[in-house]
Every structure is written in C-alpha cells, then in structure tokens.
C-alpha cells in the first residue's frame, strides 16, 4: 500500500458511519468491526480512497457501518469487483470483508485467481462456519459431523481449510486471528494490510445465534498464538531460498485441528505483485496513469492514435 | 479473470472506480453474467457488453452464428431496471457503435449489450477507413468536492442519473450498494423510498429515448413510401441491401436499438405497410418484439436457424414467398 501522509489525525470515532451495526447482540463481528476502525485510525487511512468490498451475509453487511468508501455487491463476486477496482485505480486501498460461505463456498473460485496475481489487497474472512443471515446452515468451514442447531442431521460434508486454500492460490501473506481478541485482531489485519500483495486474515467470529457449538468457550480452548507457543516463530521469507522451508511450516502449522493457532503463518514480499508485473511486462506509465485515472479525450475526441495502432491494417 | 461471473464483476468495480468497462462474451458466458448485469442495474454502474451470439441451444454449434439470443439480450437479468441493448449492422457501424455504447455506459450508468453475432465478428471485410473521431467521446465530469465529505451517491435526481462520484478522486465518502437502497446507499426498504428509487431509476429510460438520436434508434432503406417493408435488425442488413437492388419499390426498416425500445419511430415508419420480418431464430423475436410495444402485427415472417447466415438470395426467396401469401417462411440454405 502507499501512505499518504495527511495532517489530520483521525480517531476510530471518525470511521463510524452514520448508521449503527445490525447484527445479533454478542456476534463476533463487532470484534472485527471494531477492531477495522482502530486499524484505519491508526494508518489514517483516508476515507474517500480507500475502498471497502463486500458479497452477501451478515459479515458483508460491514461496509455500511464504516466511513469509507464501499460496494456492497452480490453474494461471492466481492474479489473480482475489488480487482476491477484496484487494477482500474492501483492507488486505492482496497480491501474485501466477507464470510466464509462467500468468500469460499460460491465465491471460492475468485480466491484461486487472485492468490495466482497477487494483486495489492486485503481479504477479511469473517469465518462462523454458518449461514447466519439465512438462518445458520453450513458453511464450508463446518467441520464434518458437527450438527449446529439449524441442522437437521450432523454435516455429511468436510470442512476446506481457507489458510491452506489461500497458500496453494498463492495469497503472499496469510493470517489467523480471534474476533473477541479486538487488539490483536487489529493487529494481523493492520500487517496485513501494510503488506506488498495479496493478503488473508482469517478471523474466527463466532455467531451466537446459528453455531451453538462453535462457541466462544469452544474457541477459546482451542486457541494459541504461534509466536507465544515459539518465540523464535518467524514467517516472513527474507530470502527466495527460505521459502520451500517457510511454505512447509506454516503448512504444519495450519494443519493443525485439536489446537488453532493463530498469528501470522506466512508472508512473502519477494514475489512481484500484478501491478508490479504490469507496469513492468505491459505498460511502464500504468502506476502512475492508471485506466480510472488516464485522459481518454480531449474536446470530446479520443486521445488514441488510432491511424498508428491500426497501421498494419490500413491499406 | 478466471470465468464469466469474475469478468464482469471486475468491469463493475473498474467501472465504480472510473474507467471505461467493457468485457465481450457470447451466450454461455452471457448466461453466468446474469445475476451481475441486474447488479449493474441497482447499483447504477455502466459497463458495455460485446455479445458474440452463436448457434445455441447450450453448447449447440459453437462455432456458427444465430440471432437467437435477441430476447436474452433484453431480459436478461431479475428484475427490473433500465438497460440499452443496441445491435449493429455491419462491421462498419459495429465500429462507430462500440464508442457510442461506452459513451452511454458512462452517461447513464446502466448495463449496455452491444449485440452482434458470431458471423459479424468472425469476418474480415476492406472497408472504408473509418473516422474514430468523427464521434464525439462524452462522458460526465466526476464531482470533485474542496474537502473530503460524506455524499449521496443516489441523490433522487431529476433526470435520474445518480451523481458520478470516483473514489479516490471526488473526495467523496459513499457507498454503492446492490440493496435497495436510500440516498446514501445503504439498504432501505421503506416504502415510499423503494417506490421514489425505482422510479428514479426507471426514469432513465425517457431520459435514452429522448436523448438517444434516431439513427441509432432505426434506419430506413428504400423508398420511404414502399407498400412492403422488410423488417430485420443485426447482421442481416448488408445482404437484405443487396437483395433491395433486385426487389424495386420495397423498403427495410433496420432496428438498432432494441432496448429502451424506439416505439415511436418504429410506428411511424410502419404505418400503413406490409410487414415481411426477416432473421435468424426461430421464433421470429424482432417480429414478437415489435408487436409487444407497438401492436403491429407482421404480415410474414421469414426465420433461418440451421447456423448459417440469411443469404441475399434467400432474402429475395423469402420476398417471393411472402407475395405468394406464405406467413411463416423458413430458409434452410447451407453456404
């Protein structure tokens, strides 16, 4: 990301917008809201360039409750649109929230080609492993066999590991984090932010209406902080060499199921990003005139040389 | 991107951010498109669709042309909502429509079908060299306000138009939403503001009626006072005016803009005709079409749909068939 260095300071208050959160009393996503509006005060982001996208659900109903610019799309299409607008307009702050049924059951296919880009933006997966706006039937992240209440019968499916899923895409930084641990919440989605590329913050959210087992004490005796179980844990990869060995840890170490560790798996700022690869493969000027933000006309005629570009078709 | 529903997505949030979109597809991408190009019609953002129309049904003959896809075009997409659906000729005007369409993505903030078909697409022809600056670029200048404010993206404007804000540009703070929505953008189903929205919206449609310029709307060949009028729209027109030399005295009407549908004109040049329908589906759609908004029922109706384009010469069939009182015509010629 770029920071624009602004002299106003603004407080959290400042990216309230003007109408208060609509969720059940208790859900797990005020954590992360609050913790959004700790992060964007703390960068200063400015709200009239940076862009907040959501799908459908309870989770990408967020948009509306912050002062920032946003597009409130359809259910499992927020990545794609987010990366109209950030290789349109690559000075944008772009940043995706959304929950796991949408970002990876029907939208799971826009994560694949995003991790193969690497594209300068930020995906919040607000996780509850249900439904919730629609009355709690699995998502993808429900393990197999739990039955939460709004199920008839346990789940017969297995739950995808969205860590795993975003390390095979090619997502260069990828995080854990807990939604009722606000600071550290804001923490991991401030870094991920100030990454160069494309990044995920998984954060465990739980709905207290719909995941009657996946519940706040479920979580809590489930979860560990990777840099405290080892204070030696580093993944960041400094090196191209490092990177087979820092790939195969965080591999391990989102494996793992009894326990959820939480923290910064993997994080890679080697590998170019798609603006980086454009500018340099295609157009050397996109950085800096971008298509959102290059003249197309001048007195209501185009600016192309069109008698050049089709030269070797004129006769 | 990696499929259609991607593609088009990426165009609306290129388009939110101020860029001209565009994406191009034909019927099976078109189908995954769908449920964004209503979105495009909610959340007010323009994009233009270059439809390549092919020989369905399904996967059908996937490399052969078919005007089949003309009612699709139209209603595609749940619910409603305003949307311009404009079919070229012949390469020549797909050339100058392709800056006339992305001048009316950016202007009306609607989804825009430019409708060809696989044999306009797919073929090469000499032609005049074309002027790209005779057509003049239009698109709104985005409001840039002196301090950064909270705005009304869907201001209920007279005109309907929402105001064109660019994030990162305007210093506008704004949300865009696929919701009803208030002014704001936030969700809201009131119902004296759903009703003021839709409204809003819909209004949009006299707006492109009025604005949009006949040529664009429709076209006559041939005497204007011909007893026959041949009817036809898309990529039947450069053979219907190669078979007018041999069939003196009768006119064709080419329809161009299929939606908003130009009633108006099309009733005016109809008026006391003879209507033979000529195109390549089966269910002769212009011919239904025409007859929904303007109560003029086709004299005949000739439809090809075995993947091959209408011939000059099965045009002049079709015509001898009509004079010889024949009202549904089917043209079966292979090439």
Redesign the interface.
């Known amino acids: 990301m770029t920071v624009v260095k602004v002299e106003l300071k603004r407080t959290p208050q400042d990216y309230k917008w003007t109408k208060p959160p609509e969720w059940c009393p208790g859900c797990g996503h005020f954590g992360i809201l609050q913790a959004l509006l700790q992060v964007f005060a703390e960068l200063n982001m400015e709200p009239s360039r940076t862009v907040l996208v959501s799908g459908i659900g309870c989770s990408s109903r967020l948009p509306h409750y912050v002062r920032t610019v946003s597009a409130h799309t359809i259910h499992g299409r927020a990545v794609p649109f987010a990366l109209g607008l950030k290789l349109a307009n690559p000075n944008l702050e772009v940043m995706v929230v959304g929950g796991d049924g949408d970002l990876f059951a029907i939208g799971g296919n826009h994560i694949l080609g995003a991790g193969r880009r690497n594209v300068d933006f930020t995906v919040v997966l607000m996780d509850n492993a249900v439904y919730g706006l629609t009355r709690g039937q699995a998502g993808p992240t429900l393990p197999l066999g739990l039955q939460p209440k709004a199920l008839n019968k346990p789940n017969p499916q297995a739950d995808l590991n969205p860590l795993l899923v975003a390390l095979a895409s090619g997502f260069t930084f990828i995080a854990r984090s807990y939604s009722y641990d606000i600071r550290y919440t804001a923490k991991l989605i401030k870094e991920a932010m100030l990454h160069k590329g494309s990044a995920l913050v998984q954060v465990l959210s739980p709905c207290v209406t719909y995941n009657n087992i996946m519940t706040r004490e479920w979580y809590e005796k489930r979860v560990y902080k990777l840099e405290e179980a080892d204070p030696t844990w580093d993944p960041v990869v400094h090196d191209e060499k490092e990177d087979y060995e820092k790939r195969r840890r965080a591999i391990e170490k989102m494996l793992e199921i009894e326990r959820l560790p939480l923290g910064i798996f993997y994080k890679n700022e080697l590998v170019p990003t798609f603006e980086e690869r454009y500018a340099q493969m295609y157009d050397p000027n996109y950085l800096k005139f971008p298509p959102a933000l290059q003249p197309i006309e001048k007195d209501g005629k185009s600016v192309i040389d069109f008698y050049r570009l089709m030269a070797d078709r004129i006769l | 991107?990696?499929?259609e529903?991607?593609?088009i997505?990426?165009?609306?949030?290129?388009?939110?951010?101020?860029?001209?979109?565009a994406t191009a597809t034909s019927g099976p991408g078109l189908s995954l498109m769908a449920?964004?190009i209503s979105?495009l019609g909610m959340?007010e953002l323009g994009v233009v669709l270059t439809i390549w129309a092919r020989a369905g049904p399904s996967t059908g003959l996937a490399t052969r042309t078919a005007q089949q896809d003309l009612f699709y075009s139209l209603f595609i997409g749940h619910g409603e909502f305003p949307k311009i659906v404009l079919a070229s000729g012949d390469i020549e005007e797909a050339f100058y429509d392709a800056?006339k369409t992305a001048n009316w993505a950016d202007k009306y903030q609607v989804p825009v079908i430019h409708l060809v078909d696989k044999d306009l697409s797919n073929t090469f022809v000499?032609m005049p060299?074309p002027d790209?600056?005779s057509v003049?670029?239009?698109?709104p200048r985005p409001v840039v306000f002196q301090e950064?404010k909270?705005a009304n993206r869907y201001e209920l404007t007279e005109d309907g138009l929402p105001v064109r804000l660019?994030?990162?540009?305007?210093?506008?703070?704004?949300?865009?939403?696929?919701?009803e929505h208030d002014p704001?953008?936030?969700?809201d189903e009131d119902a004296e503001m759903v009703k003021k929205m839709y409204d809003k919206r819909m209004r949009k449609i006299d707006l492109m009626l009025k604005e949009i310029p006949e040529e664009d709307k429709v076209r006559w060949y041939g005497p204007r006072d011909a007893e026959v009028a041949i009817v036809s729209w898309g990529t039947t027109k450069p053979q219907i005016l190669a078979a007018l030399e041999e069939l003196p005295g009768v006119g064709f009407l080419q329809l161009r803009l299929l939606a908003p549908f130009p009633a108006e004109e099309v009733k005016r040049y109809l008026a006391g005709k003879k209507t033979l329908f000529i195109e390549g589906n089966y269910m002769g759609q212009s011919a239904l079409l025409v007859r929904m908004y303007t109560g003029i029922e086709a004299d005949a109706v000739a439809v090809k749909y075995n993947g091959r384009p209408v011939t000059a010469d099965e045009v002049v069939e079709a015509f001898k068939r009509f004079k010889a009182g024949e009202k549904r015509i089917e043209l079966d010629w292979d090439l």
């Not at chain 2, 003049?136 to 698109?139: A, D, K, L, N, P």
């Not at chain 2, 704001?184 to 969700?187: K, N, Q």
């Open positions: 991107m990696e499929d529903l991607a593609s997505a990426a165009a609306a949030g290129a388009a939110m951010a101020g860029a001209r979109a449920e964004t979105m959340a800056i000499m060299l790209p600056y003049r670029i239009e698109r950064e909270n660019l994030p990162g540009v305007s210093k506008a703070v704004y949300h865009v939403v696929s919701l704001e953008g936030d969700p």
